[in-house]
């Protein structure tokens, strides 16, 4: 059992190019989470989704794009990078709304 | 939204000691959830308490959820140095949406 798999683990871009984190989850989660951590920062929500072909805004989405086709994946989309989004990004899923949830180990994204 | 306020920020101990960190929120909340974070490490998922006034305890770990349901302890006696990390505070923002507190860093000095 995986849990939720994140990839790449780390990986450093140019101002302006473009990428997609990946998150994968085998527990048949319906939520699932993007949260990017600045150093020395708390967790801040960019998008959720409640299934497959429902994803939602949320606290700092602006330069992001999500898609959730199946249950399993909810892949992160990075448009025109800037410094700013470097940061760690961390996938998580839970099965409800009100359960604990799983966390990926996390992408250290630096944007150059 | 919904904020909730953690503190202390930072917190030295010397190993054995207490730690307490506490999360207040202006509002009430339906639920709140504990994480621990390592140090370079993923958020991992400890408690979630939703009653009010409920305590509940893990090894050496005590939660608390006050009376009001407008604020949560975490309780850690006798500090080890595998307790260091940012235990964060968690509670919903909405019906979907978990909004983190903005942590307590626990420095263990041995």
């Known amino acids: 059992n995986a849990g939720v798999t994140q990839t790449p683990k780390f990986r450093i871009l140019k101002i302006g190019q473009s990428m997609t984190l990946q998150c994968t989850q085998d527990?048949?989660?319906?939520?699932m989470y993007w949260y990017r951590q600045d150093p020395g920062m708390g967790l801040k929500l960019i998008y959720y989704s409640v299934g497959a072909g429902i994803t939602d805004k949320g606290e700092v989405p602006n330069g992001y794009n999500v898609s959730r086709s199946t249950t399993e994946d909810f892949p992160l989309r990075l448009e025109l990078a800037a410094p700013s989004q470097t940061s760690v990004y961390f996938c998580?899923?839970?099965?409800?709304?009100?359960?604990?949830?799983?966390f990926g180990s996390g992408t250290r994204l630096t944007v150059v | 939204g919904q904020q909730v306020m953690q503190i202390p920020q930072y917190q030295h101990v010397q190993e054995g000691e207490d730690f307490t960190t506490y999360c207040n929120s202006s509002?009430?909340?339906?639920?709140i959830q504990w994480y621990k974070q390592r140090p370079g490490g993923h958020p991992v998922f400890l408690i979630q308490?939703?009653?009010?006034?409920e305590v509940k305890k893990q090894k050496r770990l005590t939660f608390q959820f006050g009376e009001a349901k407008k604020n949560s302890s975490l309780h850690i006696t006798a500090t080890q140095t595998t307790d260091v990390g940012t235990y964060f505070c968690?509670?919903?923002?909405?019906?979907?949406?978990?909004?983190f507190g903005t942590g307590t860093r626990l420095k263990v000095l041995a």
């Open positions: 527990m048949n989660h319906n939520y």
């Open positions: 998580a899923s839970s099965p409800t709304v009100n359960y604990g949830y799983t």
């Open positions: 308490l939703v009653k009010s006034g």
């Open positions: 968690v509670t919903t923002s909405g019906t979907y949406k978990y909004i």
């Open positions: 509002t009430t909340l339906s639920n």
